[in-house]
């Protein structure tokens, strides 16, 4: 213990009087730790953070796969019977689907999040409400009672925690439900809800019968391996019975998982943090690869202290322990200022990513983190500490001592390990750099895609009409109608027009219309919108063929479409489609027009998408859309289109009091977050290959630096023999260019390994592109010849007569 | 040996530049400012070395011999004086002409060798005609031709780490004159070897002189000095004696 101390005393000694080793030291490792601890507390918040439930390990959702790839389509209410009887692996399973209402209450109109849900969905929780009681089976069955449960935040707002509130009602789009219970503060089910109320009702109803998730809490001694080995077994039965409409070979290459909970509700993230995370791991690496660089280069100078240690008694395993304290020390100083990066980093981090990331509101430095810190700062101390330390440790006494103090150098075996960890460096730096360049090119590549539409000076708000008044389509347009006109009043409004089943740039709704094809019939999947006829022309969407829709176009008049040119293109091939048809349900929908194609996301083709006209809407489908998609209202205006919000929000407030509002944004707002977390993914990734390139390049610049302080004797020699100042700069920048020549080569391979796990999050660009590689190779030689430029100029400044005295 | 001159204006016949002379130092003082402190290392040298002259400068410790083989070699500049090497002065010439110079008509060859222990005996010698610009072909066979005059030519692979203190300064000679330089200027060439190898590489240097080469050597081991013609002595930065052979 005592020489514990001791070694600890002289090495907190040694590092006091290096106070420039000291600090470039601390520095770097503090970037390097606390870039590490702040990416880690993400990972932990979003991936690895224990579910707020009991017992959390045992939640799975049962997942399809079909060839490798999740399966997007929900489950069906058949589907999800199919699971209720074949549910021996499980304790509880449950069924959910997203749904919204308008609740009125105190004089306006709000728009609340619902999940209807099957009643064992709380058991699958383990959660029980704080107040009155869960669902039943009773409850959830057609013609059932109107029944709620409310989470405690809608809980405390309308009925002021009231505990009376059990056994009352809500009115939710005009129905009144009955409050059974209240669920504790603090709960959120995913996805998250204000309210949950029963899911058999829509069992039947258009589209409620699909689009189901099923969650499912696996029996006590059951493992999660075992519950899907259970699934898979039944993968083929289920999709013959569930999956008709998919091909014979889908079907049967369709299986199903249990997939962990956890998993499921992080699924998105997971792929771009672990690249993430891999990435701030090789930042630490080349900051290790720094430190441990500059403590070869310190112990080389230290050669005849050590050796005298050595002299003196002190074995091999001492000297050890000597130099791998100091390692373990400076790594702890460097841990404690890393925490500080991380708490600020950590901030920077998040507000880059507002909203993008699940789970962020866990996201915080915990003890998890602390621990993360301490094991990274211990593990980096012994990583960083381990070369140096073997180095001193093999010093040769004899030799090192009859040495003078000026010849003390580093060997060749050492100088070799100190290149290839520049090189090393520099391979790193380089696999970081390209995966950022790539990630630039795809936000560049993204922000350059056309969404087909102007975006600038538009605005857009969403509003809900289920429950309301307006009990038929002619009702219905004739507030949209009244909408229109009174916002088209607004001083500064160009135009305005309503948008039902999705906003451009936003997931919208798709339907399967009839489409004759090859002389038969069919029903492809597409986009479905209904617009008013301003809508093209608030867009600024050209129409390719055909007319516009027309207010002649009404709810009597024989039914309209317009398609998409994807559309178009898709299903007519070469045929003009315009005059051609439709069906959707029973109706026939003359096609009128065609129109530009326009974006739903700007990482994907356009897709074919028909429109309809709000006046010929059927009422049914229009409210039954909005339980998942709102409506939108499109303004264009000749002004900063939030300079109007306020007056479209009151225009709308004005034709009706009782229709929500929500989500009053810019149309660039919107095209913002549908880029939020590739910007996020590229900021990151930029930040860490900024890191990794200022730590590379201080890594060339410290080693060159030493080789010049070590070669001095050599330049005077040189410099003797004739060599002219450009010569000695050649030389140092060549042995600069070498080193970086070498890690490019290494890290070009590094990148063409690695560089397809980027693949899926890449757009527009593949991963081998071969303009990222050469133009960041490039700049990466370019900041390695300027770190190696500043040794080479202090090497032409040698004097050779002084450094020829060095004898 | 018999006395001539001192540290003085050179007599007539002996001094100034005419055919002969090869070096002219005029007058050449060095002073070093450190500090607030002035360290005259020589005052008011006057010196002439002639074509084929094998010089030795002897003095003791701190009497700035090393400093006049510097100024010699243009590794460091006068504070003060003229120093003519070929009949043309030196003294306003740019740091890179000094260096061309330097490269072109002066060989050095120093107490610890100094040979660069990453080349190979080869490469350290070809090193004054690279910076020359010399073609491959040409320099090759001048490596060549220098090896084998120092007796070192079965060795041109080998490291100096790998040869004996003897093998290096002749390699280090072979450096040295592979340039054909006006002058080699040898400073204390025997101070690291013992006396087997020393007498060695002083018969070498009296046989490259017989062979025509000018040489100025730095020595404070008299049997050394007199392997050359004249001996120039040094004592607080002036030539306080002069003897020939």
């Excluded at chain 2, 013992?194 to 046989?207: I, Q």
Aim: hydrophobic share 45%; charged share 20%; glycine share 8%.
């Amino acid at each position: 213990m005592n020489t514990l101390i001791q070694d600890v005393k002289y090495a907190l000694r040694t590092l006091g009087r290096n106070p420039g080793f000291t600090a470039v030291a601390l520095l770097t490792l503090a970037l390097g730790i606390g870039a590490n601890t702040a990416m880690f507390s993400v990972v932990y918040g979003v991936l690895l953070r224990p579910l707020p439930y009991p017992e959390p390990e045992s939640m799975i959702e049962i997942s399809g796969i079909l060839r490798g790839r999740p399966l997007e389509a929900g489950f069906t209410a058949n589907a999800f019977d199919y699971w209720k009887q074949h549910r021996d692996p499980f304790e509880s399973v449950a069924a959910s689907v997203g749904q919204g209402f308008n609740l009125v209450g105190a004089g306006r109109a709000e728009r609340i999040r619902a999940l209807r849900v099957s009643p064992q969905f709380f058991q699958v929780f383990g959660v029980r409400p704080i107040l009155g009681r869960e669902f039943i089976p009773d409850d959830d069955r057609a013609g059932g009672p109107d029944v709620a449960v409310l989470n405690y935040s809608l809980w405390r707002e309308h009925f002021n925690g009231d505990s009376s509130a059990v056994g009352r009602s809500v009115s939710l789009d005009g129905v009144p439900y009955t409050v059974i219970g209240v669920m504790p503060q603090g709960f959120a089910s995913n996805p998250p809800a204000d309210l949950w109320t029963t899911i058999e009702p829509v069992r039947d109803s258009m589209g409620s019968g699909m689009n189901y998730e099923i969650i499912a809490r696996i029996r006590p001694g059951v493992s999660q391996q075992q519950a899907s080995s259970y699934l898979g077994a039944l993968s083929q039965p289920f999709a013959e019975e569930n999956y008709s409409w998919l091909k014979a070979g889908d079907r049967k290459a369709l299986s199903f998982w249990a997939a962990p909970f956890r998993y499921v509700i992080s699924s998105d993230a997971r792929q771009p943090l672990l690249v993430l995370f891999a990435a701030v791991g090789f930042v630490l690496l080349i900051a290790c690869v720094n430190v441990a660089n500059l403590l070869v280069a310190r112990t080389a100078g230290r050669g005849r202290e050590l050796a005298l240690r050595s002299a003196l008694g002190a074995g091999r395993a001492r000297i050890l322990r000597q130099v791998l304290t100091e390692s373990v020390l400076l790594a702890a100083f460097g841990g404690a200022l890393g925490l500080l990066v991380a708490y600020s980093g950590l901030d920077y981090l998040l507000s880059l990513a507002p909203d993008v990331l699940p789970r962020a509101e866990h996201i915080g430095l915990n003890t998890w983190a602390l621990l993360f810190t301490a094991g990274t700062a211990l593990l980096t101390g012994i990583l960083f500490g381990i070369a140096p330390a073997f180095q001193a440790a093999g010093t040769g006494v004899n030799e090192t001592l009859k040495e003078s103090e000026g010849r003390a150098s580093l060997s060749l075996h050492r100088r070799k390990l100190s290149a290839a960890m520049v090189c090393a460096e520099v391979a790193l730096s380089l696999i970081l750099l390209i995966g950022s360049g790539l990630l630039i090119r795809t936000f560049i590549g993204l922000l350059s895609t056309d969404p087909g539409f102007n975006p600038r000076n538009l605005l857009t708000l969403q509003i809900w009409t289920t429950g309301s008044k307006y009990d038929s389509t002619p009702a219905l347009h004739a507030f949209y109608q009244e909408v229109q006109r009174r916002v088209q009043a607004i001083p500064g409004v160009q135009s305005a027009s309503i948008v039902a089943a999705g906003l451009p740039l936003e997931r919208g709704i798709n339907l399967n219309p009839g489409v004759v094809l090859n002389g038969r019939v069919e029903n492809p999947s597409v986009d479905y919108r209904e617009i008013t006829p301003d809508y093209i022309q608030t867009l600024g969407v050209p129409l390719l063929a055909g007319r516009n829709f027309q207010l002649a176009d009404s709810f009597d008049a024989s039914k309209v479409t317009m398609i998409n040119a994807e559309f178009a293109r898709e299903y007519f091939k070469d045929q003009n489609p315009v005059g051609k048809s439709l069906t959707l349900d029973k109706d026939q929908l003359e096609i009128v027009g065609v129109v530009g194609d326009v974006r739903s996301s700007l990482n994907e083709p356009p897709p074919p998408t028909f429109f309809v006209p709000l006046a010929q809407a059927s009422f049914k489908t229009d409210q039954f859309l909005q339980a998942w998609s709102p409506t939108s209202i499109l303004v264009r205006t000749a002004v900063n289109p939030l300079s109007l919000s306020h007056a479209v929000q009151a225009a709308v407030r004005d034709a009706d009091p009782n229709i929500p509002i929500g989500h009053v944004r810019s149309m660039e707002e919107v095209l913002a977050v549908s880029l939020a977390f590739q910007r996020l993914l590229m900021a990151l990734m930029s930040v860490f290959a900024g890191l990794a390139l200022l730590l590379a390049a201080v890594g060339i610049y410290g080693v060159l630096s030493y080789a010049v302080r070590q070669r001095t004797r050599e330049i005077g020699i040189r410099l003797a023999m004739g060599a002219q100042r450009h010569d000695v700069l050649r030389l140092v920048v060549g042995q600069g260019f070498r080193l970086a020549l070498a890690g490019l080569i290494i890290g070009v391979a590094g990148a063409l390994a690695l560089t397809h796990y980027l693949s899926s999050l890449l757009f527009g660009v593949k991963p081998n592109d071969p303009l990222t590689f050469v133009a960041v190779s490039l700049a990466l030689l370019a900041v390695a010849l300027l770190a190696a430029y500043v040794p080479a100029l202090r090497a032409t400044k040698v004097d050779p007569i002084t450094a020829l005295r060095h004898e | 040996m018999e006395p001539t001159t001192q540290s003085k204006p050179p007599a007539p016949g002996n001094g100034g530049t005419n055919g002969h002379t090869l070096i002219h130092l005029d007058g050449v003082t060095k002073v070093f400012f450190t500090d607030e402190v002035e360290t005259h290392a020589l005052s008011g040298i006057y010196l002439d070395i002639r074509r084929g002259e094998y010089l030795s400068i002897s003095g003791p410790s701190g009497c700035g011999k090393s400093t006049l083989l510097s100024i010699l070699g243009l590794l460091d500049s006068p504070t003060d004086g003229k120093y003519t090497l070929n009949e043309s002065p030196l003294e306003a010439l740019s740091i890179s002409d000094r260096t061309r110079i330097r490269n072109r008509e002066i060989g050095f060859i120093f107490q610890a060798f100094n040979l660069i222990g990453d080349l190979t005996v080869y490469e350290n010698v070809e090193l004054p005609l690279t910076y020359r610009g010399m073609p491959g072909s040409e320099r090759r066979q001048r490596v060549q031709e220098a090896l084998e005059r120092v007796g070192m030519s079965h060795r041109v692979k080998h490291y100096p780490a790998q040869l004996s203190g003897g093998q290096q300064q002749r390699v280090a000679v072979a450096r040295a004159l592979v340039g054909k330089p006006s002058i080699m200027l040898a400073d204390e060439p025997t101070g690291n070897l013992d006396s087997k190898n020393g007498e060695a590489v002083m018969e070498l240097l009296r046989d490259l002189h017989r062979e025509g080469a000018t040489i100025c050597m730095v020595t404070h081991d008299p049997r050394y000095a007199d392997f050359a013609e004249r001996t120039v002595h040094l004592f607080d930065g002036r030539i306080v004696e002069e003897t020939r052979a």
